[in-house]
C-alpha cells in the first residue's frame, strides 16, 4: 500500500506529516523541492524511523546534508520488514538516489553447473538457476570457478563439452587422452559408473569430502581383491589427485558448512568492502567491493547497506561472519525471512572462522590501498583532460564529468551498429553503455549512420528529458564532426561539448587530432599527453564494443541467411533446428539421420539439406 503525501513541497508540513505515520513496515522516499528522489529507507516501524532523521543528530555528514534538502517524504506500507527489504533494494536499483550508498556490481555471480542430461556436462554459468541440473557457488570469481573446474576434471574427470560435440563425437577426444575426461560420449565409460562419478563430484563440491575419500578407498580394496588391478590402479590415482587438492587446501575445513565472510576497511574517506566465500570447506577466494556515498559512515552503517544490498539478490549460505556488529540486527532477519532460510551471523568467531575474518579484513585493507592509489591516478587523467578542453576542474565536476563516446563499425556495409560507451566517476561505465543497429541507410555510408546515432541519442536531451553530457567524443574527422554539428543545431543543443577524435599517421596512438564544432582551431596534445592518452582510452573502447556487437551481428546474419536460402526450411522449421543443434555448427555437424529427428524435417527434406550445407 502507498500512502503519498498529497501536499505540495512548497506547503509540506514535516511534524504534521509525522505525527501521521503508522507503526508499520515499509519503505520511504526523501525527495528535494524539485521532486529528485534524495534516499530510500526501510523501516520495521516507519514512524519511529523516519521521525528520527529530524530528532536526532545526524549519524554522519551524509545524512545531514540529505535531511537539510528534504522537502517531501512519501512512504509505502508493507506487510513485513522483508517485503521491505525487498522494495527496498528494488527502489535502489532503479532510482540510484545521491545520498544512498552504492554498491556496484556490473556482474552476476559465476556459479559451476552439473547440466541435467543423461551424462551430465560439467560447466561454467552465470544466470538464473532456476533451470535443470545442479548449481554450485556463488563463486567470488571466474578464477574459482574454472579452478574447481580443473580439480573436477583430474579427479572424477567428467565431460566439459558443448551437446552438440558430444553427440557427434565419434572417437575420444584430447581430454581423454590427457585422463581430463573418461570419454562417456563414445562410451568408454558406462552410464553407470559416469552417473557414479557425477556422484562423487556433487557430494565434493556439496562439503562431504572425507567420505567421498572413504567410499572411493573402499572401492580401491574390493577391486584389488577381485584382482581388478587396473579399475584399483584408477581408483588409486583418483584418490591420490583428490588428496593432493585437500594438502594444497591450506584454509579447508570439511566439517564447515558454506561460510560467507565480509570485512571492511576505512581509509582516506573511501571504503572497501571484501567478501570471502567458502563452500564446501574450500576457501575459493575474495572480491572487493567500493561503495559510493559514503561520507562519514562507520562501518556498522555500511554492513547494514551492503547485507542488505547483497543477499536479495544472492543465496543466503549457512553461516555469514562479519567484522563489525550490525547496527540494525533486524536486517538479518529479515533476510531469513526473505530467503526462507536459517543462517548463523557471527560477529565474535573462533577457530578457523577467525582465521579466515583476519585474512578478509587484511585483503580488504590491500584493496583499499590499491583501489586509493588508482583512483589518485585516474583522477589526475580526468583533471589533465578537463585542463586541455577549459572544463570544469572542480573535483565534484571532475567525478560527475559525463563523456560519451560514438563510433561506427560495419563490414563493406554489411551488419552496420553504432556504439556508445559512457566514462564517469574517473572511469568507464560498462552498464550504461548502448548498441544501435543502424538500418535504412545506403550501406558503408559513415555520416548517415552517425546522423541516425546521435539522433536517435539525443531527441531526449532536446526534449529536456535527459540530460547532455559534458562532453561527447566522435571517433572521426571533420565529416563526421560536422554530421554532429548538424544534429545538434537542429535539436537546439550546444555544439561546445561536441569533440571530433582525428587518428594520425599509421593510425599511431599519441599523434591524434582533436576536432571541434563550435570553431575552435583543432588541437594535437601530443603522444606525452595524459589527456590525449584518456582520450584515446575512450575512443578505443567505443571502437571495440562496436566491432564485438557487429561481429555478432554479422555471423547471426550470415547463419539465418543460410539456412534462409534452402528450399522447405521455413522460419519454424528453421528455428527447430537451431535449438535443436545449438546453433548453424551443429545443424551442419549433424548427420541426415539426426536432422530427420526433428519434428516437421522429413528424410528426404533431412538428405536436401544435409547437401545444401555440404555442397563445395
Not at 259 to 279: E, F, P
Not at 401 to 420: K, N, P, R, V, Y
Not at 463 to 482: N, T
Not at 609 to 616: F, G, I, K, M
Request: glycine residues 6%; proline residues 4%; neutral net charge.
Amino acid at each position: 500500500m502507498t500512502t503519498p503525501n498529497a501536499s505540495s513541497p512548497d506547503t509540506f508540513d514535516i511534524k504534521a506529516f509525522l505525527a501521521t505515520l503508522p507503526h508499520l513496515p515499509g519503505v520511504y522516499r526523501h525527495t528535494d523541492s524539485a521532486g529528485e528522489v534524495l534516499y530510500v529507507g526501510k523501516a520495521r516501524d516507519l514512524k519511529k524511523r523516519v521521525s528520527s532523521y529530524f530528532q536526532k543528530t545526524a549519524t554522519s555528514p551524509r545524512i545531514a546534508h540529505m535531511v537539510a534538502r528534504v522537502a517531501h517524504i512519501d512512504i509505502t506500507v508493507t506487510r513485513s520488514e522483508a517485503e521491505a527489504l525487498l522494495l527496498e533494494n528494488n527502489l535502489i536499483k532503479q532510482l540510484k538516489p545521491k545520498y544512498n550508498i552504492l554498491f556496484r556490481d556490473d556482474k552476476s555471480y559465476p556459479y559451476l553447473m552439473l547440466s541435467g542430461h543423461v551424462a551430465p556436462r560439467m560447466a561454467y554459468y552465470r544466470g538464473s538457476t532456476q533451470r535443470a541440473g545442479q548449481f554450485f557457488g556463488p563463486y567470488p570469481s571466474t578464477w574459482a570457478v574454472r579452478d574447481t573446474m580443473h580439480i573436477l576434471q583430474k579427479v572424477f574427470r567428467l565431460r566439459t563439452c558443448e551437446d552438440t560435440v558430444y553427440a557427434n563425437r565419434s572417437r575420444p577426444c584430447l581430454l581423454f587422452q590427457i585422463q581430463r575426461c573418461s570419454g562417456p560420449c563414445v562410451g568408454e565409460i558406462s552410464p553407470v559408473d559416469y552417473a557414479a562419478d557425477v556422484d562423487r563430484a556433487s557430494r565434493f563440491l556439496s562439503g562431504q569430502t572425507q567420505e567421498v575419500l572413504s567410499e572411493i578407498e573402499s572401492r580401491m580394496l574390493e577391486a584389488a581383491e577381485a584382482l581388478a588391478f587396473e579399475q584399483a590402479a584408477q581408483l588409486r590415482d583418483q584418490m591420490g589427485a583428490l588428496s593432493r587438492v585437500l594438502q594444497q587446501q591450506t584454509m579447508e575445513d570439511q566439517d564447515e558448512a558454506d561460510t560467507d565472510i565480509v570485512a571492511i576497511a576505512i581509509d582516506g574517506g573511501r571504503v572497501c568492502v571484501n567478501l570471502a566465500m567458502v563452500r564446501g570447506g574450500r576457501h575459493l577466494g575474495d572480491r572487493a567491493f567500493f561503495p559510493t556515498h559514503t561520507d562519514g559512515d562507520q562501518a556498522s552503517d555500511i554492513l547494514d547497506v551492503y547485507l542488505a544490498q547483497h543477499y536479495v539478490d544472492n543465496p543466503l549460505p549457512a553461516t555469514v561472519v562479519i567484522s563489525d556488529p550490525l547496527r540494525d540486527a533486524g536486517i538479518f532477519d529479515a533476510l531469513m525471512t526473505l530467503k526462507q532460510t536459517r543462517s548463523k551471523l557471527l560477529t565474535r568467531p573462533s577457530g578457523l572462522k577467525k582465521s579466515w575474518l583476519e585474512q578478509a579484513e587484511q585483503n580488504a585493507r590491500l584493496a583499499l590501498v590499491r583501489h586509493l592509489s588508482e583512483s589518485a591516478s585516474k583522477s589526475a587523467r580526468t583533471l589533465a583532460l578537463a585542463e586541455a578542453l577549459d572544463l570544469d576542474t572542480d573535483p565534484i565536476a571532475l567525478a560527475t564529468l559525463h563523456i560519451e563516446c560514438f563510433d561506427i563499425s560495419h563490414t563493406s556495409g554489411e551488419a552496420t551498429q553504432a556504439s556508445c560507451v559512457v566514462f564517469q566517476q574517473h572511469d568507464m561505465q560498462p552498464s550504461l553503455y548502448r548498441r544501435y543497429n543502424i538500418n535504412g541507410i545506403t550501406p558503408g555510408d559513415d555520416y548517415a549512420a552517425m546522423r541516425q546515432v546521435l539522433t536517435r541519442r539525443y531527441a531526449k536531451a532536446a526534449d529536456g528529458d535527459a540530460p547532455l553530457p559534458g562532453l561527447v567524443l566522435i571517433d572521426g574527422g571533420k565529416g563526421q564532426v560536422e554530421v554532429a554539428r548538424q544534429v545538434f543545431e537542429e535539436y537546439g543543443l550546444t555544439t561546445q561539448v561536441l569533440v571530433g577524435v582525428a587518428k594520425g599517421e599509421k593510425r599511431k596512438v599519441g599523434l591524434e587530432t582533436l576536432i571541434f564544432a563550435d570553431e575552435r582551431p583543432a588541437q594535437a596534445l601530443g603522444e606525452g599527453s595524459a589527456a590525449l592518452m584518456l582520450i584515446a582510452h575512450i575512443r578505443d573502447e567505443a571502437h571495440r564494443f562496436a566491432i564485438t556487437g557487429m561481429r555478432a551481428k554479422r555471423a547471426k546474419a550470415r547463419q539465418v541467411s543460410r539456412l534462409e536460402d534452402i528450399e522447405g526450411i521455413g522460419p519454424k522449421r528453421r528455428q527447430r533446428l537451431l535449438a535443436r543443434f545449438g546453433g548453424l555448427n551443429g545443424v551442419t555437424a549433424a548427420s541426415v539421420d539426426q536432422l530427420a529427428t526433428v519434428d516437421g524435417i522429413s528424410l528426404e527434406l533431412a538428405k536436401h539439406l544435409y547437401d545444401a550445407l555440404h555442397q563445395v
